[in-house]
């Protein structure tokens, strides 16, 4: 063992060109490299090889980040999370819900004024989602609203068909 605590072999008896196994782990990493002595080299002690000969390694042990920081990627925060940076799951697009509950309402309450509105709403959400580019979802439930809302008026339009279909013949009938 040399005076700084450094020792020319490992705890298994090979070559260790790291810290002693007493020092710290950043330790190592301040101590400046003695420059070599005019004279010869000291002589090993008593059952020790001679050091290594070359340059002493430069720099941390590979697989170890620089001293103070953690893994590399990781900020302040943690571990980022799933998928791309800079996006957030995507939401649902608020006009495709409201077109898809007016087209349900428009079954039970006044056929014909949500179901107009229902198909306006779904044709200005679909562009949204599509203008979003992902980042809105929805397409199903405009879907949904288009088709419902279309049903409900060719549904009142039959209807009205009908009913114009029955008072035409009730009249003709108590007529002749």
Do not use: H
């Not at 260790?16 to 196994?21: I, L, M, N, R």
């Not at 957030?88 to 006044?110: D, Q, R, T």
Request: net charge negative.
């Amino acid at each position: 063992m040399t005076e700084d605590g450094d020792t020319s072999e490992g705890e298994a008896g090979g070559t260790s060109f790291g810290p002693a196994s007493s020092a710290t782990p950043d330790s190592w990493l301040t101590k400046s490299p003695k420059p070599p002595a005019a004279s010869a080299p000291p002589a090993p002690e008593s059952g020790q090889d001679e050091p290594p000969q070359g340059p002493p390694p430069q720099g941390p042990p590979p697989g170890y980040g620089a001293p103070g920081y953690g893994p590399p990627g990781y900020g302040p925060y943690g571990p980022p999370g799933y998928g791309y940076p800079g996006y957030g799951v995507p939401s649902a697009e608020g006009n495709a819900l409201a077109a898809l509950l007016l087209a349900i309402g428009s079954f039970l309450i006044c056929p014909v004024i949500p179901a107009i509105i229902a198909l306006v709403l779904a044709r200005t959400a679909k562009r949204n989602i599509e203008a979003s580019g992902g980042a809105k979802t929805g397409e199903g439930m405009v879907t949904a609203a288009q088709i419902l809302a279309w049903i409900n008026l060719v549904l009142v339009a039959v209807g009205v068909v009908a009913a114009l279909l029955v008072l035409t013949v009730a009249r003709q009938s108590t007529s002749s």
